[in-house]
T-cell receptor, first 113, second 113 residues
Framework: AQTVTQSQPEMSVQEAETVTLSCTYD???????LFWYKQPPSRQMILVIR??????QNATENRFSVNFQKAAKSFSLKISDSQLGDAAMYFC??????????FGQGTELSVKP | EAEVAQSPRYKITEKSQAVAFWCDPI?????LYWYRQILGQGPELLVQ????????DSQLPKDRFSAERLKGVDSTLKIQPAELGDSAMYLC???????????FGQGTRLTVV
């Protein structure tokens, strides 16, 4: 069974600085998808970034980028130029070819002004 | 903008009572998920539908939980009888197909007393 582990329950970053959130996963599959979702205090989950496992190039979305290490089964999220609005719970998620989407335990990010 | 609709937003019920949640996915989305999220934890997949068919319900406590998506559109999740440990946020999500972005509703906050 696939598992997703986020080892940092809480992280803090100064506004305008860079922070990296860690995620590891376990799977025996070769093709899959990885996601980072953000859940603000209003609790509606939104997609931050998506990575296909068959792509070697790391995905980027504006200030958000990932470091995808397939052999190490690692998928970290880097947030550059952190903003107050980035404060939220961040969930790493794994999706297999069948569409089963499973989440890690989350990392709560706080941004200090 | 299209959204995943869930109702009710909040529900308080007594233990041993029946409770039901409703989800209307974004129009045209074939995949529908129900998740349970305990405060401070990641969402746990309860059931996944592809159109009207159940794809995965391996984590659904079938002695008390049931889910249906009769016409492949909206879906209902039922708990009978509710237990104190069922208190959580119940999230519905939909995606166009598997392996594409999942859109989440605002959730139903269930409190069992």
């Amino acid at each position: 069974a696939q598992t997703v582990t986020q080892s940092q329950p809480e992280m803090s970053v100064q506004e305008a600085e860079t922070v990296t959130l860690s995620c590891t996963y376990d799977t025996s599959e070769s093709d899959y998808y990885l996601f980072w979702y953000k859940q603000p205090p209003s609790r509606q989950m939104i997609l931050v970034i998506r990575q296909e496992a068959y792509k070697q190039q790391n995905a980027t979305e504006n200030r958000f980028s990932v470091n995808f290490q397939k052999a190490a089964k690692s998928f970290s999220l880097k947030i550059s130029d952190s903003q107050l609005g980035d404060a939220a719970m961040y969930f790493c998620a794994y999706e297999n070819q069948g569409g089963k989407l499973i989440f890690g335990q989350g990392t709560e990010l706080s941004v200090k002004p | 903008e299209a959204e995943v609709a869930q109702s009710p937003r909040y529900k308080i019920t007594e233990k041993s009572q029946a409770v039901a949640f409703w989800c209307d996915p974004i129009s045209g989305h074939a995949t529908l998920y129900w998740y349970r999220q305990i405060l401070g934890q990641g969402p746990e997949l309860l059931v996944q539908f592809q159109d009207e068919s159940v794809v995965d319900d391996s984590q659904l406590p079938k002695d008390r939980f049931s889910a249906e998506r009769l016409k492949g559109v909206d879906s209902t999740l039922k708990i009978q009888p509710a237990e104190l440990g069922d208190s959580a946020m119940y999230l519905c999500a939909s995606s166009l197909t598997s392996n594409t972005e999942a859109f989440f509703g605002q959730g139903t906050r269930l409190t069992v007393v």
